[in-house]
């Protein structure tokens, strides 16, 4: 993934980056944007709850999911970069809906990336910071969880970037700032573990990115297959590759493989927006009327559209 210096590359190369708008966007024009392929409004404007109008909301849907069930053999719908929708568009933004209003619409899996800042977490992506401390989400996820008991989220977990004038480890922080959410956490039987639903209901299921943090699952790890190809200009390779990723989790039977299948990719030549706007609507597409497993499912600037298609294909 590019850093924020490539900026300058950018601008060599002629790519114009979405600015922000000089006039807010109503709350008709952020409703009509959630049904677009490519979900985007204009950049330092977000989509929270409050402007979501509740026809989208879906609070409970794995209230249907059978307990049985490992989470490898349910599709769930879930966030690349979670926490960017006040980044800059063409760079690092690849949401628009903030965390909360992405529990609302449905999604249950939460691409994370954390930068140690003296002694806080927040959301960076590369280097740069995306005005949202790790807290907030923590409790944007244990007030939804203990509203929605029948849920589950996924949460991947990564340092971003190296840490800033701190005095104590990533892990030792992260440590810290979970001690006070640990009943939310689910505590896995090994580092390679596929819990079933019933086990993390109401729980947080943590992939660990980093690889010493405690109560989490190692990610990667030989049960899962991931298709992460984040570094290719090539849509059509791309989709290719995301549409192989859906059948092999299709094909699963006894969720001993768990399929982690990542829509987004971003290189200079094709940013992430660029990456939505060359895959979003393919998928959604691909995904019309489909029924059955399509795993972990990670996305960009994704519409509650697509999000439904996912959650419609377990049941």
């Not at 992939?207 to 790890?221: R, T």
């Not at 570094?231 to 989709?239: H, I, N, Q, V």
């Not at 940013?271 to 972990?296: F, S």
Request: proline share 4%; charged share 25%.
């Amino acid at each position: 993934m590019f850093a924020v210096h490539s900026l300058v590359c950018l601008a060599t190369l002629g790519i114009r980056l979405v600015g922000p708008s000089d006039v807010p966007v109503g709350r008709t024009e952020k409703q009509q944007a959630l049904h677009r392929p490519v979900c985007l409004i204009p950049m330092g404007q977000t989509i929270d709850v409050e402007d979501l109008p509740k026809s989208v909301y879906r609070l409970d849907w794995m209230r249907r999911v059978k307990s049985s069930l490992p989470v490898s053999l349910v599709s769930i719908p879930a966030t690349h970069d979670a926490g960017t929708a006040l980044g800059r568009t063409g760079l690092t933004r690849c949401q628009v809906l903030t965390i909360p209003a992405q529990l609302a619409v449905g999604v249950r899996g939460f691409d994370i990336r954390l930068r140690l800042v003296g002694s806080e977490l927040k959301i960076y992506h590369s280097e740069e910071s995306q005005k949202v401390d790790f807290r907030s989400v923590l409790q944007a996820f244990a007030s939804f969880l203990a509203a929605h008991p029948s849920e589950l989220l996924v949460m991947r977990v990564r340092e971003e970037s190296k840490a800033i004038d701190a005095s104590e480890s990533f892990e030792a922080a992260f440590s810290r700032e979970t001690s006070a959410f640990k009943n939310l956490i689910y505590q896995p039987a090994s580092r390679t573990d596929i819990p079933t639903i019933g086990q993390l209901r109401g729980k947080v299921l943590l992939l660990d990115n980093y690889g010493k943090l405690q109560d989490a699952v190692d990610y990667p790890n030989p049960s899962m297959n991931v298709q992460d190809d984040y570094d290719t200009s090539d849509m059509a390779k791309k989709f290719a590759e995301i549409v192989a990723s859906f059948e092999d989790a299709r094909k699963q039977k006894d969720g001993k493989v768990w399929d982690v299948n990542y829509t987004s990719s971003c290189t200079i030549q094709v940013d992430q927006l660029a990456n939505a706007r060359g895959v979003n609507e393919k998928v959604l597409g691909y995904l019309k009327g489909k029924r059955g497993n399509l795993g972990l499912v990670l996305l960009n600037f994704p519409s509650v559209d697509v999000v439904e298609s996912i959650i419609a294909s377990n049941f």
